[in-house]
């Protein structure tokens, strides 16, 4: 793939990895060219030894020794030009997002370049900026993007007087897609194939050109696949330029940054940001999957709105997800603190619930909530049940909730309407069957006119 590079782009050092050059002991040179199939041989390799000594005519056992103090300085040298990503994470740990950014644009040059989505990753185009080294900047046009993106391309590349390098899809394949399964397939069965399509396979052909990668995730973007990203990292599922397994560095310089942080910093460097913002638009994607988000929503809410909270990943950082095993069923800490924790709200057994389902005639109705506690669209909205529950204790409503997570989730998807966290669901008095929420909204105004309406 062409890569261009910036129009302020300078001479670029050559990558950091250089190895040094070959020693020039003459000894050295001549022992280090045996090949494999001479040194199966003793008498070949006794008369290449008595041609760095002439004057012995016998096998001199201390040359031997002599020829592996030469040899295994050279293992060493090469063992420590292996970087060790790990070890630099925590160094850099405490580090500045601009801190970081110089460190990684420096270590690798013309062969690392920023990943640039149209939301706040303009923020690390503002730190490359301020670094005053020349730097590469790259993103995927899936041809679904906002009519506001692209103009927001285009104004980031006139601040900063580049040209980003737009990576396409395959048209073949993006033609397969649409013709046998529609232009709306996700909507039926998940966001991962069309993913696939338009924006993972294209990213993996952006990707083995470089060398090194540098993206805005943050640790507090996305429930169970973004808290515990390193500053620093081998990429865990793409390739580089060299090939193979672990030939691509990820970097991560707004890891330990919060979202409120970066828009304080965006502000303060007035800097151009995509126009969707303003209209409740946090996380940025695809037109058709991505909405605002509204109050008491987590950011990450906005994208693929339809699925289960942990899938909300595209497959560009796919290497975030962790593996479930067969003693786990979330993407959950061992141990975390319980929420809506209140005197008003009914903690729901297994057995407490299915008699809810049971029962046709109620004596009072129940508002209950499908919850997992590490879900942090449910804790955003903690706050608002909690006060919804003490305004109905005085109406005759029943407020509770349910822990729907690990060995409850599928009894909960079979018999609760369970969809994805936190699932809202009304019990009147008289209907046998159970009333989901239908809204996003989950202030307690809006929660409170659904159940004046139905209970």
Known sequence: MALAVTSSSTAISGSSFSRSGPSSDPKALQIC????SELSHVSQRRYSLKSLKAESHTRNDSLVTRASTLITPEVEEKEEDVEDFEQLAKKLEEASPLEIMDKALQKFGSNIAIAFSG???????????????PFRVFSLDTGRLNPETYRFFDA????YGIRIEYTFPDAVEVQALVRNKGLFSFYEDGHQECCRVRKVRPLRRALKGLKAWITGQRKDQSPGTRSEIPI?????VFEGLDGGVGSLVKWNPLANVE?????????TMDVPVNALHAQGYVSIGCEPCTRPVLPGQHEREGRWWWEDAKAKECGLHKGNIKKEDDTT???APAIVHDIFESNNVVALSRGGIENLLKLGNRKEPWLVVLYAPWCPFCQAMEASYVELAEKLAVKGV????????GDQKEFAKQELQLGSFPTILLFPKSAPRAIKYPSEHRDVDSLMSFV???R
């Not at 939301?119 to 005053?132: F, K």
């Not at 979202?259 to 502000?267: A, E, K, P, Q, Y």
């Not at 029943?398 to 997570?405: L, N, P, Q, S, T």
């Open 33 to 36: 060219s045996f090949r494999l």
């Open 119 to 133: 939301a706040e990753d303009v923020a690390l185009i503002e730190y490359a900026r301020l670094t005053g080294r």
């Open 156 to 159: 980031v590349e006139k601040q």
């Open 232 to 236: 620093v990292q081998v990429d865990p």
């Open 259 to 267: 979202g409120g942080d970066v828009w304080n910093f965006l502000r």
């Open 329 to 331: 069923a979330d993407l």
């Open 398 to 405: 029943k407020v509770a909730k349910f822990r729907a997570d």
């Open 452 to 454: 004046n309406l139905l």
